[in-house]
C-alpha cells in the first residue's frame, strides 16, 4: 500500500469543513495542504529572527529557529519515507514544531513559564499547538478561528507531548546557566483542550503518533549534530580536544543521567572511528568545511539507518499513526547524548552566553510588566479583540503572554526600548 492509503478519511478531517477547491486550482492532498499553511504562516517566518542557540544577528554562518526547522523537516522526511509513514504528515510536523518558541529561545520560555502560572503556564509546544489551532489567521468556524485548520493527522503528529500540564512528568536536567530546570514540558494549554480532544478523539492515554516520534527524533538527530557543527565553526570547540572527564559530567547533567563513563567512552570511541571524524582541528578552509559537512551527513545517516533497522526489527508495520512504534537503540541514544552534551559543554555553559543569558531574561521580565500594564494600548492588532473579550484577568494574561511569544528576538528588544525607555 502507498502511504496515502494507510490513513482513512478521520485521519484527513479538519475541526471546521472547507468547500471543495476551484475546479482549475492544482490539485493537492489533504496533507499537502497542511504542508503549504505551516510554511506559509506567519509564525513560521518570525522562526528566522529567533534563537537556536546563539542570536541569528550574531553571525551569518549560525542556525536561527527556521534554519533548524528546515533541517529537522528534510530529515523527518526522508525518515518518514524510509519507515512507509506519510512524508507530508512528517515533514509538516517537524516544520511546525518550534513555531512555539519565543524570543531568546529556552531561556525565554523559562521566563514566561515563571509569568505564566497564573494561566496555566508557558510551554513552547502546547503555544505551537495554540498558534495552529488558533491564533494563526487561516479559517474560522462558528466559535471563532480555528487557526490552520489542520488534519487530525497532522495536529496529532505536530503534538510532541500529548497531555496537559496537570499530567506532566516532573522537569529534570538543568538550564544553559547550570540551574536546575523546573519547566515542566506539556503540549496543551488547558483552553486549548477541545480541539485537543478531538484530534486525539479514539486515542488512550499519552503514546504519541508514530510521526510525531519520527519528527522528535529529527529533531534530536537535526540539533545534536548541528549545534556542535555550528560551535566548531564560532571557535567555541573542537572535536580532536575533548575534555572527556568534564564532557561526561555535562552529559549525565543534562541529557543521560545513567550513563557511565565506560559506555559514554565505547560510544565515543565508535563514532571517532568514522571515517569522517576530524584528525586535525578546523581551520575555516573550504577544504575543512567540507570534511564538516561529510562528517555531519554521516552521523544523520548513521542515527536514522540505526532506527530504521531496530523499528522493523521490532515490528511488521504498517508503521503510520498509532500502529507502531519508533526504536531508537541504546546505542544511538547515548551517541546523541554525547554530541549534545559537547554542545552544551562547550558552547551553552561559555560564560559570556550565560552573562547575555541573564540579560535576556531580564528583558523578557520586564517586557511582560510593560505590556500586561498597557493591555490593549500595547497590543498588536490581532490580539486587541482576544483581550476585550477576555473575561478574568488569567485569560488577559494569557492574552499578554500570546503577545509576547510572538515576538522575534530583534522586535522584543525594540518593543523593550519602546515601552521602557530603556534600551
Wanted: aromatic content about 6%.
Amino acid at each position: 500500500m502507498t502511504p496515502d492509503e494507510l490513513y482513512d478519511d478521520a485521519d484527513r478531517e479538519r475541526l471546521v469543513a472547507e468547500p471543495p477547491k476551484r475546479v482549475d486550482a492544482p490539485v493537492r492532498t489533504p496533507f499537502e495542504r497542511d504542508r503549504a499553511r505551516v510554511v506559509h504562516a506567519a509564525a513560521s517566518r518570525r522562526l528566522a529572527a529567533k534563537t537556536q542557540v546563539v542570536g541569528p544577528q550574531s553571525d551569518d554562518f549560525v542556525r536561527n529557529r527556521l534554519t533548524h526547522s528546515l533541517e529537522v523537516a528534510q530529515v523527518a522526511r526522508d525518515l518518514a519515507r524510509a519507515l512507509g509513514c506519510h512524508p507530508d504528515v512528517t515533514e509538516t510536523a517537524a516544520l511546525a514544531h518550534d513555531l512555539g518558541h519565543p524570543p531568546f529561545g529556552h531561556n525565554g520560555e523559562r521566563v514566561l513559564a515563571e509569568l505564566g502560572q497564573e494561566c496555566g503556564g508557558f510551554e513552547g509546544n502546547a503555544q505551537t499547538l495554540r498558534l495552529l489551532t488558533r491564533l494563526e489567521a487561516k479559517t474560522f468556524g462558528p466559535s471563532g478561528s480555528v487557526g490552520l485548520n489542520l488534519t487530525r493527522a497532522t495536529l496529532d503528529a505536530c503534538t510532541k507531548y500529548p497531555w496537559t500540564r496537570s499530567d506532566a512528568p516532573d522537569p529534570g536536567g538543568v538550564h544553559a546557566d547550570g540551574t536546575p530546570r523546573f519547566v515542566v514540558k506539556f503540549g496543551v494549554y488547558d483552553d486549548d483542550a477541545e480541539v485537543f480532544s478531538w484530534f486525539r478523539r479514539g486515542i488512550a492515554g499519552t503514546r504519541k503518533c508514530l510521526e510525531a516520534q519520527v519528527m522528535d527524533l529529527a529533531d534530536d538527530v537535526a540539533y545534536s549534530v548541528h549545534d556542535v557543527e555550528d560551535g566548531i565553526v564560532a571557535g567555541r570547540l573542537d572535536l580532536t580536544r575533548l575534555d572527556v572527564d568534564a564532557l561526561w559530567d555535562t552529559v549525565r547533567a543534562w541529557y543521560l543521567p545513567d550513563g557511565d563513563d565506560d559506555e559514554l567512552g565505547a560510544a565515543l570511541d565508535a563514532m571517532r572511528e568514522q571515517a569522517s571524524w576530524p584528525e586535525a582541528s578546523y581551520d575555516a578552509s573550504r577544504r575543512s568545511l567540507a570534511a564538516m559537512k561529510n562528517l555531519t551527513s554521516d552521523l544523520i545517516g548513521r542515527f536514522c539507518g540505526s532506527v530504521r533497522a531496530a523499528t522493523f526489527a521490532a515490528a511488521d508495520g504498517p508503521f503510520v499513526r498509532h500502529r507502531a512504534d519508533l526504536v531508537v537503540p541504546r546505542q544511538t541514544e547515548v551517541e546523541i547524548a554525547i554530541l549534545k552534551g559537547i554542545a552544551a559543554h562547550y558552547v551553552m555553559q561559555a560564560q559570556d552566553r550565560l552573562t547575555l543569558m541573564e540579560r535576556q531574561r531580564e528583558l523578557m521580565a520586564e517586557l511582560f510588566e510593560a505590556v500586561w500594564s498597557r493591555g490593549p494600548d500595547a497590543l498588536d492588532p490581532s490580539f486587541v479583540e482576544d483581550w476585550e473579550t477576555a473575561h478574568d484577568d488569567a485569560t488577559r494574561r494569557r492574552v499578554t503572554i500570546d503577545q509576547v511569544a510572538s515576538y522575534t528576538d530583534a522586535r522584543a528588544i525594540k518593543r523593550h526600548r519602546e515601552l521602557t525607555g530603556r534600551g
